[in-house]
């Protein structure tokens, strides 16, 4: 079946840096691919949709300039998050349409800490 | 954003007791779909109910949807310990232009207790 591999699986990294996640479809074309951010105990919550070739939509109160997304190829999306603080450590999933009978495949998730 | 409002936030029961959650929308959609996640997991996709259809089963797993009510349930029959996580609805959402936005429910926290 259709797959998307989301690297990496975790991250650690200091306050200030910038974090790149990377969302692969693997066999199949994804001409839009979904970033969620989950909070523990939390559902996920769609941040941005990142279309092939164009810019991203960002979702309200998402900040576009720290979550720089881009969809450069059909099977490609990655996600950075700049100048990173402890507030955003979070799980970062994303999710790719095409590939599967419903339509929709998630990569298996982020964990990002930030010290 | 989030489109659908699950109840119960969590819910607590017995093994092999049965275990119901709903989840409501706002808007119009395709389909509705629920997934399971393991505690810090990814998502494990369960069952799929397209706006036409009112009911589906899968294994122990009974899915309806009213879409006159903006609302749909997840039955899980004959509960198991294995069965404890948090279970998710989420919606299909035609935006113009070919455009598309998948949204997930608030969830609801299962545990099942031995």
């Known amino acids: 079946g259709a797959v998307v591999s989301q690297h990496p699986s975790w991250v650690i990294c200091k306050s200030g840096t910038s974090v790149k996640i990377e969302c692969r479809s693997l066999d199949f074309q994804a001409t839009t691919m979904f970033w969620y951010r989950q909070f523990p105990k939390q559902s996920l919550m769609l941040m941005a949709t990142s279309n092939e070739g164009s810019k991203a939509t960002y979702e309200q109160g998402v900040e576009k300039d720290k979550f720089l997304i881009n969809h450069a190829s059909l099977t490609l999306s990655t996600l950075t998050v700049t100048s990173a603080h402890p507030e955003d450590s979070s799980f970062y999933i994303c999710?790719?349409?095409?590939?599967?009978?419903?339509?929709?495949?998630f990569g298996s998730g982020t964990r990002l800490t930030v010290v | 954003s989030q489109q659908g409002e699950e109840d119960p936030q969590a819910l607590s029961i017995q093994e092999g007791e049965n275990a119901t959650m709903n989840c409501s929308y706002k808007?119009?959609?395709?389909?509705l779909q629920w997934y399971r996640q393991n505690s810090g997991r990814g998502l494990v996709h369960l069952i799929l109910i397209r706006s036409n259809e009112r009911e589906k089963h899968s294994g122990r797993l009974r899915v309806t949807l009213d879409t006159s009510k903006k609302s749909s349930s997840l039955l899980i029959t004959a509960s198991r310990a294995a069965d404890t996580a948090s279970y998710f609805c989420?919606?299909?959402?035609?935006?113009?232009?070919?455009?598309?936005?998948?949204?997930f429910g608030t969830g609801t926290r299962l545990k099942v207790l031995a």
């Open positions: 808007t119009s959609i395709n389909n």
């Open positions: 999710s790719a349409r095409g590939g599967g009978g419903y339509g929709y495949t």
């Open positions: 989420a919606t299909d959402l035609r935006l113009g232009s070919g455009t598309y936005k998948y949204i």
